[in-house]
Structures are given as C-alpha cells and as structure tokens.
C-alpha cells in the first residue's frame, strides 16, 4: 500500500544527463552535510560530471570514504571536516572556500531535527540554539561570505528546505520547524536583490524522505516517504532549470486543508466555550 502511495505522491523525476553536464563542467559544488542522507546521495549523483565537489560534515571518516567512492569516478572531490555550528570551525572552513577561487553553486542542506515535547523541553534552551545554529546561523553566515564569489560565478544556491515551512506547523517539531521557517524566510527575502545580480536561488521544499534524520521517530517507519535518491535527483535537476522553487504537486492541496482545519478548529473551540458561558 505504501508503495503505491509513495508512487502517486513522489512522482519520478527524469534527469538530463546533457544538460546537467553543460551546468558542471568546470563548477565547484559546495554541499554541506555530505556525510549522510540526501547530502550523500546529491553527492554520488554529480559523481558522474567533470566538476569540483566540496563535502563538508562532522564525520570526517564517512566524507573520506564518500570520495574515495567518488573519486573512482570523474567528480574531483575536496572534504572538509567541521561542526559548522562551531563559529571557529566555520571561520576556518570559509578560509578555505575562498582559498578554491572560484565557487559556483552551493547546496545548503547541512541540518538536524529534534522532536520533542515543549514538557519535556522546557530544561532544554539548548534544544533551540543548536538547531537554530544549524539551520539557520550557519547557512546565512556561509552566504554571507560567498555571495561575491557566487555573484562572480553568476552561481546558484539550493535550499534544501521542507514542506513544514508552508504547512501549518505540527506539536512536537517547534526547535525545528521554527529554525527552517526562518532561513526560508531568509532566503525569499533576499531572493530579488541576488535574482537581479545573476544569482539564481532555488528553495527544494522536500516532504518526508527516508534518511537517518527520521530514524529515530517511530511514527514515521511505515508512512509514505520519499527515496533520499529522489530527493538528491530532485536538488539535481535544479541546477539545470534554476526554477526558484521545487515542491510536491499535492502541497497546494495540504497547504488549503492547514488553512481550513486551523480556522474549523478555532471556529468549533470557540463555540464550546460560548455554550459553556
Ligand atoms: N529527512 C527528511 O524527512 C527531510 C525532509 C525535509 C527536509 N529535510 C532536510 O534535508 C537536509 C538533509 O537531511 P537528511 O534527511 O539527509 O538528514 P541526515 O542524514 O541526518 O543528514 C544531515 C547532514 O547534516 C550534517 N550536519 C548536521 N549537523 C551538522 C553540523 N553541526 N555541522 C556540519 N554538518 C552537520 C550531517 O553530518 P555530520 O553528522 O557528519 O555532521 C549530515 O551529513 C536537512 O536540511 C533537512 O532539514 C529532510
């Protein structure tokens, strides 16, 4: 049943292999959060293609092991490791970004979840900063620094972002949710000032894929969910079409339901408590 689901929801995506190549030839790929799940698998799709990749993660051993894969291949791969949440590790990894010369496209898509109950958050502040540091301040730090570089390239930066952020928000994800919101809305509103100088952006606003990141929400093993290679498929096409957004062809649908439930729940609360007064 599932798979059937998952068939109509997550609809194939077919890749130009010649056109992704005429966008790569030559290019330095920045991907943040390489070492695992969707990262990876962009990371072994672009393996193919005569271009510079840049992995960088905390796990230094599986980004060695990616391009020793990678390297078998035609992609010339450079890795870096950092805890990009660290602001000396960051500076360091940033000497060595405009240390390549040239950067053309960056994948922002380095991230961490948490589901938790505000109750049990409530001893937890660092919950919202770590996540925060991650999706939020680090990426904008990151860009901060590169856009001359991206301007020079007449680059592009992919959001790797989620459907949350478009959807009324769920209990349990606040940390995370709010974190992802935020860089979403970070990057629209930047959008128009980099559109106008050559700077293509792209938001990939993904649904539920199976990656480590939702392994540990028992809920989520057995509901329909995207493959992280389709996801990586999806990040891929883009840097050809540089549309300025991917999102699932039903999210319009979820989108008008979050609009209706919120109000017919606010509507029915309201009318309980006028009965009750
Ligand atoms: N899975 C989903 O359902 C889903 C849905 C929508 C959007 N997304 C987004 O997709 C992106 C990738 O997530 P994923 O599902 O592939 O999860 P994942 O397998 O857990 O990958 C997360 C990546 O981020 C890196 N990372 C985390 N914290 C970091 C830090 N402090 N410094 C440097 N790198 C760090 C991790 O590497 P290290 O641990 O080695 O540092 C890992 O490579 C995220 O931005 C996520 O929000 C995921």
Not at 14 to 31: D, F, N, P, R, Y
């Amino acid at each position: 049943m599932n798979k059937l689901l998952e068939s109509i929801l997550f609809l194939p995506t077919t890749l130009h292999m010649q056109k992704l190549h005429s966008h790569l030839a030559g290019k330095t790929v920045l991907i943040t959060g390489a070492s695992s799940g969707i990262g990876k698998e962009v990371a072994y799709l672009l393996a193919d293609f005569e271009c510079h990749l840049i992995l960088v993660a905390r796990r230094g051993h599986l980004l060695q092991s990616i391009k020793a894969e990678i390297e078998k291949q035609k992609a010339k791969v450079s890795i870096f490791q950092a805890d990009l949440r660290a602001e000396d590790e960051l500076t360091t990894f940033l000497s060595f970004l405009h240390n390549q010369g040239t950067l053309d496209i960056i994948i922002n898509n380095a991230g961490l979840s948490i589901r938790r109950s505000i109750y049990e958050s409530l001893e937890r502040y660092h919950d919202f900063t770590r996540t925060m540091t991650i999706n939020y301040f680090a990426p904008v730090r990151i860009l901060l620094s590169t856009i001359p570089l991206l301007q020079k390239s007449k680059g592009q930066i992919i959001n790797v972002s989620t459907i949350n952020t478009k959807l009324a928000p769920v209990p349990y994800f606040a940390a995370y949710q709010s974190s992802k919101a935020a860089f979403d809305v970070w990057v629209r509103s930047v959008l128009p000032e980099l559109r106008k100088n050559n700077i293509a952006i792209t938001t990939v606003y993904l649904p539920l894929v199976r990656t480590p990141m939702i392994e540990p929400t028992p809920g989520y093993r057995n509901v329909p969910a995207m493959s992280a290679y389709q996801a990586a498929k999806l990040i891929c096409k883009s840097i050809y079409t540089r549309r300025k957004k991917y999102q699932p062809w039903w999210l319009i649908f979820g989108q008008l339901a979050s609009v209706f439930l919120t109000n017919l729940m606010d509507f029915s609360k309201k009318r309980k408590r006028n009965e009750t007064n």
